[in-house]
């Protein structure tokens, strides 16, 4: 009886190794890849198939403290077979930086077909990129934070690049516009930066993307540009495909326009809609908003950061600019506001997006005012949609 039951335990053993021995190898990568680096080669304890199972690893996300451990990766990177489609790397504020290592690990995924390359480093000074990135021609997402580099005379762009990210990235040749630009097919870009003459763009260059689906731009990095409502629709004109639109008006220069413009639908695919550093004190800027909204039959998603400067909101909004006719034309699902106090052109806003979207599921409300004068207020507003929630925080 004790022979057969051994016999068992030993036929199930054999049988949970041969699951794991005959697992499909295209199973057996997407495994690794979700698995933290150390974990993955780890894995070569599993069974005498899987001792050399970690060199099929394609994407690669480094979190850790590599300072520490920076020759023991280089080592990792020669052992891996195939292609590297992806690799990301967090450099943290407090790690003294070897950044030779990290530019041999660019030049040897140059290499290795990689298609994702996402550098995010957090510390006070900007890592210098070897111009080896430029050699990674398959690059179809590129993410960059606090970075800066020199584009080689050579680089005639990434023809395959779908979408682009640069947060604080400086140029040390050549200009924003023209990296850009050599980017035929991107669907994404993002451009966040301070406001440094050095790192700006002229909308023109921008509107040579006409496969631009996802925008974020801080408009503040606009070369030489005052901004209008005009301004804001002229992207409408340019981007005909975009969906998702971010905008940040901080430190930018909005006027007033000469004679009242309207404008008729301007994104007409837009979905999502994020606004940040917008001053709703201005009068101006609240009407711009409003008719972005107005202009974007089939936005679903809506979020506005509006945080004031003055305590006391200036150029209030004239409400009879505002026609509650218009009932029923927004297809809003969802609305968030931050940074929100109570002010007359703030109530104006929520009025109107409350009178005017039968289709709202919720609206999330952040501020810093008492909670409870303010939730009378806002009970007190026409909702066109019965099931519309308002949540304040």
């Known amino acids: 009886m004790e022979e057969v039951e051994r016999t068992h335990k030993k036929a199930s053993k054999f049988a949970s190794e041969d699951v794991i021995c005959n697992m499909p190898e295209n ?13 993955a080669v780890r894995t070569s304890v599993l069974a005498r198939n899987w001792r050399f199972k970690w060199t099929m690893l394609t994407q690669l996300v480094i979190k850790c403290r590599f300072s520490k451990y920076g020759r023991d990766l280089s080592r990792l990177l020669l052992h891996l077979k195939g292609p590297i489609t992806k690799f990301v790397l967090y450099i943290p504020d407090y790690m003294v930086l070897d950044g030779e290592d990290i530019n041999h690990w660019i030049a040897f995924l140059s290499r290795k077909g990689i298609e994702k390359f996402t550098l995010l480093n957090f510390r006070r000074t900007q890592f210098k990129l070897h111009t080896h990135l430029f050699s990674c021609l398959d690059l179809k997402h590129l993410r960059l934070q606090n970075c800066c580099f020199h584009v080689p005379p050579s680089f005639h762009g990434f023809p395959n690049l779908l979408s682009l990210n640069l947060y604080d990235v400086r140029f040390e ?43 974020s731009l801080s408009l503040c990095n606009l070369y030489n540009l005052t901004i209008t409502s005009y ?47 917008i001053d709703l004190s201005s009068g101006d800027m ?24 003055d305590d006391v909101p200036t150029h ?37 997006l409350l009178a005017s ?27 066109a949609s019965p099931v519309a929630e308002v949540y304040i925080f």
Request: with cysteine; net charge negative.
């Open 27 to 39: 199973v057996i990568t997407n495994i690794l890849n979700h698995l933290p680096i150390r974990d």
């Open 173 to 215: 040749s050549g200009d924003y516009g023209e990296f850009i630009t050599s980017c035929p097919l991107l669907e994404v870009l993002g451009i966040g930066n301070d406001e440094d003459p050095m790192r700006k763009m002229r909308l023109v260059e921008i509107a040579e993307l006409k496969n631009l689906k996802t925008l």
């Open 357 to 383: 979207s039968p289709f709202l599921e919720y609206i999330t409300v952040e501020t810093n005012i008492g909670k409870l004068p303010f939730a009378k207020k806002l009970l007190e507003l026409h909702r």
């Open 286 to 309: 609240l009407s711009c908003a409003i008719e972005m909204m107005r202009g974007s039959p089939n936005l679903k998603s809506l979020k506005i950061e509006a945080p004031y400067e």
């Open 316 to 352: 209030a909004l004239d409400t009879s600019e505002i026609d509650y006719n218009t009932v029923g034309q927004l297809q809003l699902r969802s609305v968030v506001f931050e940074c929100f106090n109570g002010s007359e052109n703030e109530m104006c806003l929520i009025k109107y």
């Open 231 to 277: 301004t804001i629709f002229k992207l409408a004109g340019y981007f005909s495909k975009l969906q998702e639109l971010y905008l940040n008006f901080s430190k930018c220069n909005f006027i007033r326009e000469q004679g009242a413009r309207k404008f008729s639908i301007a994104f007409p695919h837009l979905k999502t809609l994020e606004l940040y550093e």
